[in-house]
Structures are given as C-alpha cells and as structure tokens.
C-alpha cells in the first residue's frame, strides 16, 4: 500500500502513467506487436528509454533524484529490448533462449532482493516493480512477440470458473497444511465492502505481476523445453523459492513450502486455457482469503 505521507497528486499520476503501458498490452497487445514491427529497429530498441520518466517524475517530486539511477532505469529497458530483438533472431522457433534466460533471472532477483527499492521513497517501490513490469512486457510482447503468454485482459466467464475451480482445490489442501506447520492462525473478519477493494487491489498490483512473470513468461518457456509437467513443477518451485524472504529476516521454508504448493494450481489455472487472467483469479483469491481470515 501507499504510504499515507507519499500518497500526493505526483504519485498517482505517476501510478496512472505506468499502468498505462499494462492495460494497453493487457487488451491490445498483438496490435502493439504488430506496430511496433513496422518501425526502425534503432527505434523499437531505443523507445523503452522512457521507461526512467517516472522514476524522475517521483524523485523530483520527493528531492531525491538521482543521475546513477536514472541512466539505470534508462539502460536496463532498452537492454531488456536489444537482447530480446536478437533473441527473437536467433531463435524464431521461440523455443527459450539464453538471452530470455538471463532477463528473467535479472527481472526477478531484482524484485526478490530489492535491489532498485532505495530508488524509492518509501512506500513506493511498488512503483518501481511496476516499472520493471512495463519494460518486460515491452520486450516480450512488442519486441520478442513471445506466443502462448496469454496476456490478455478481455475476461472471460472462463477464466472466473477456471480460476475459482482451482481455488476450490487448492484452499482446503493449503488450509490444512498451513494450519499443521504453524503458518497459518485463523482470525474472524466479518465480511465487508473493504474485502472487495483489498481482492482488486491484490489483483492488479501483486497476482497480475507475479503471474506474468511466473506463467506468461517462465512456465511457458519451459514448456517448448521440458513439457508440461516439469514445466508446472519447476515454475511452481521457483516461485515458491521467490518467497523465501517475505515476512521473516530468514530463509522462510514453510512460506516457500506453502507458496510452491500454489505455484501448481496457478500454473494449472493458466495452462488450462493459457490465460493469465484465470491463474491471476485464483493467485488473487487465494492471497485475499489469507488476508482477511488467516
């Protein structure tokens, strides 16, 4: 959430600007795509440089700029957008390549360990996340135009029973396995019109993210490499693995344990018809039933 103290005009504009790029791939991406191939590659490859306009806009606003992370949030888009162009050369198959490799694993040890966080004012780095979100989602979908990611946000009825059906699965199996480890400790909320704004808020800022990332881009790259099963059981590790240091100062296993177990439906969530909208439901729910009853 935003920090109330940080919660001026220049940051929701900001907010407003970042999101802007999401929801136009989100419903128009193959469009983009297709645009986008039409222009000089210096272009397509120089463009995302504007990718660092809210990182100034916030640190103006804040007297807090920096030069050095400035050129970063400059540079790091439009490397993410060169690699992707040769790997789009040189594998058209887009079957995986090293290059897709090396920016997942950057994109996500970025976010894991917060390494850009002190770029931020505090409580909003989450600015910055999404900053990330829109430079990948530039050069996956407008620049390496990756198949199969099913980043699109035309909902469908579904990907409401797609979703929901996993949650069904999933929420008793995890329920009782939080509850055996210690992890989880119920608490009675009544349920109230707030619980609708925290499940929308989850869902654009957390699931969609961590879902474009997980599934769209990971989990569907390892499926042209190892299959579908060890697709979904590695992707589901390694998101699991992405949870090791959330709310505890140490390696948080049962966290991990926990989070690896959703990692699976999720993953079968978007498999099932490749969509992320429909493992976004189920990753939404799930962290929203946490929220107001565990």
């Not at 490859?45 to 050095?68: D, E, G, K």
């Not at 198949?147 to 979703?163: A, E, N, P």
């Not at 055996?180 to 619980?195: D, E, K, R, T, V």
């Not at 709310?247 to 993953?267: C, K, M, T």
Request: hydrophobic share 55%; aromatic share 16%.
């Amino acid at each position: 959430m935003i920090a109330m103290q940080n919660a001026t005009p220049a940051a929701f504009a900001v907010l407003v600007l970042e999101l802007t790029p999401a929801a136009v791939f989100g419903f128009a991406g193959a469009w983009v795509g297709r645009a986008c191939a039409r222009w000089p590659s210096s272009l397509r490859t120089a463009l995302p440089a504007l990718c660092a306009l809210p990182y100034v806009l916030i640190s103006y606003s804040h007297q807090m700029f920096s030069w050095q992370w400035c050129a970063l949030y400059a540079a790091l888009p439009v490397a993410i957008a060169w690699l992707l162009g040769q790997a789009a050369i040189a594998d058209p198959e887009q079957r995986g390549n090293w290059r897709d490799a090396i920016i997942l694993l950057t994109l996500g040890l970025a976010v894991d360990l917060r390494w850009f966080e002190r770029a931020w004012p505090s409580g909003l780095s989450g600015w910055g996340k999404l900053l990330l979100v829109d430079a990948g989602l530039y050069g996956f979908v407008a620049i390496r135009r990756l198949s199969g990611t099913g980043f699109d946000f035309h909902l469908r009825w579904s990907d409401w029973k797609t979703g929901l059906r996993e949650l069904s699965f999933f929420t008793p199996l995890v329920v009782g396995l939080g509850l055996a480890l210690g992890f989880l400790h119920p608490h009675g909320n009544a349920p109230h019109f707030s619980m609708i704004l925290t499940w929308i808020y989850i869902f654009i800022f957390i699931a969609v993210p961590e879902e474009l990332f997980f599934r769209a881009w990971v989990q569907n790259l390892l499926e042209r490499r190892v299959g579908r099963r060890a697709a979904l059981g590695i992707t589901a590790v390694l998101f699991g693995l992405s949870h090791f240091n959330k709310r505890s100062a140490h390696f948080n296993w049962r966290y991990v344990l926990l989070a690896s177990v959703a990692g699976i439906f999720y993953g079968r969530a978007w498999r099932e018809q490749r969509r992320v909208p429909a493992s976004t439901i189920t990753h939404a729910s799930v962290d929203a039933i946490w929220s107001f009853w565990f």
